[in-house]
Each structure stands twice: as C-alpha cells, then as structure tokens.
C-alpha cells in the first residue's frame, strides 16, 4: 500500500466512520420518510464537498457547517475538513483556520442540541462530537509535521549529496590539473623554444609553432573545464582577475616568497576573459616556485598588447 493510499484511507475512514454513526440510529428507529430523507441529504452533500478541500477550503467549511445544523449525521464532513485543513496549516500562522471549525462546528452542534431540548443524552452526544472534532484537529497537525520532519531529511540528504559530488569534483580538477595541464603547459613550452630556433628548417619551426598554439588552445579549455569542476553550483559565481592580483602576492609574500611584479597594461585595460586566464598563469607560476625555489625572489613580468605575445618571467 502506497503512502498516498494510506493517506487517502485515513482521511475517509474516520469521515464515513462518524457519518455512520449518526445515520444508523436513524435508520433502525421508525420515522417518517420526508424527515429520513432530510437527515441523509445533508449528510450526503457534506461528503460530496469535501474534494474542494484542496482547492475552495473556505467554500467547503461553510457549506459543511451549514448542512451540520440540518443534519447531524453531516459531523463527517466537518470532521474531514478539519483534518485537511490542520494537516495543510500545520502549528503556524494558518492554525487559527482549523481551530475556529472546530469552535463553529462545536457552537452549530450546541445550538442543534439546545434546539431540541437538552438532555443527558445531549451531553453525551456533544462529548462524542467535540471529542470526534479534536481528534481530527490533532491527528492533522501530527501528520504535517510528519511531512515536514520527512522533507527536512530529504533536503539533508540532498545537501550531503551535493557536497559529496563537489568534492569528487574538485578532487578529478585537482588530479587533472596536476597531471594534465602540466603535461601541456611542458609540451607547449618546449615546441615554443623550437618554433624560435634559426638552425632548423622553417617547415620544423612551423609545425613547432602549431604544436605550440594548439598546446595554448588545450590549456585554455582545459582550464575552462577545471574552473567548471571547481565551481559551485551558483553559476554566477565571481572568478579572480588581475585585479586580485595583490591578494594573491599577499598570500605569496605571507608564504615566504618576495615577489617582483611588472604589470603593463593596467589591469582594467585587460578583457576580463583574458584577465582570469592571466590571474590563474601568475597563480599557477607562483604556487610552482614556492615548490620548487622555496624562499627565492620570484619576477612576474606581464605585459603585451593586440597582436604582440606577451611574454612572462
């Protein structure tokens, strides 16, 4: 049985339940049958009203209550609609709607009984009802707090989830960068040196400079899939640029290396694509000199125009 069936089941079981418990004394005393049918009538609309719960609640409430002052077997309807509406609510500001049924379903039975004449039968009858209309309040709220605590789970769930594949994620960027980028980076500097070399033919340096250029080209991407790797799901996420270029030889002075930097153009003069992939070039040059000459001066020299190489050091 689906958790939707079982749900189903439990809102019309005490429904008909307390309809029935009004109908059958009817039915097995002998009246007359314009008053039976005067009984059974409303009872029956107030069932009938009960699908509009979910979508005219307050249209539904009013005419349950009024056929609950014809007919007390209509108790089933009010009941069904106390439920939906604390379970819908649950403790919080749309409490006061299920709580004022059950005073005006409380004050319509009231008033039917008093109409009657009251007797100790009354009495009991009214505990029955007020005790039938309590009970649906509460087992509402139960159940929208259960569905809360089980939403509640799913998120943390989800939220563990998505920490769990971000990790991986930056740990496949971390292994990638470490062994790919570098294997690039080292083919795209040496057929660089051979692209300038004047005692090889210049068929050797053109192919040189291609293998070059494509090597750049790879890099690029690459980078582009590792920043795509790294970063969170906000896709809006800020990237550094050369205008954080003072946090990052911060970090490096902090660490233990003086560093030397010779910046022309002005950082603002740079595009802001070309601007992270130099940003990330200094990082990457710094974090490799920390490695490899811990505690040496290190000289970044960046400068270039459109059309000229930039050349660094």
Known sequence: ???????????WLPVLTATLYYLTPLALAPSDPGIWLLLLLPALLA????????TRPVVASVITLACLAVSPAAIGGVIGMVGSLARRTGVGRGLPGPVGLVAAGTAVKAV????????????????ISVSMLVIALFVGLLLN?????RDSRAEADEYRATQIRMAERARIAREMHDVVAHRVSLVAMMSGALAYREDLP??????????RDNS??????????LADLRS?????APQPTLANLDDLLAEAEAAGSAVDLQLDPAPEDVPERLSRHLYRMVQEGLTNARRHAPGQEVTVRLAGSPGRASPSG
């Open 1 to 11: 049985m689906t958790s939707a069936t079982s749900l189903r089941l439990l809102f």
């Open 47 to 54: 069932l009938a009203v009960l699908p509009l719960r979910h």
């Open 112 to 127: 039917q009984l008093a109409a009657g004449g009251w007797t100790s039968t009354s009495s009991v009858e009214m505990g």
């Open 145 to 149: 707090a259960v569905a809360d605590s």
């Open 202 to 211: 210049a068929d050797v340096r053109d192919a040189a400079g291609v293998i």
């Open 216 to 225: 750049r080209r790879a890099l690029d991407e690459l980078r582009v899939v």
């Open 232 to 236: 969170t799901d906000d896709p809006e």
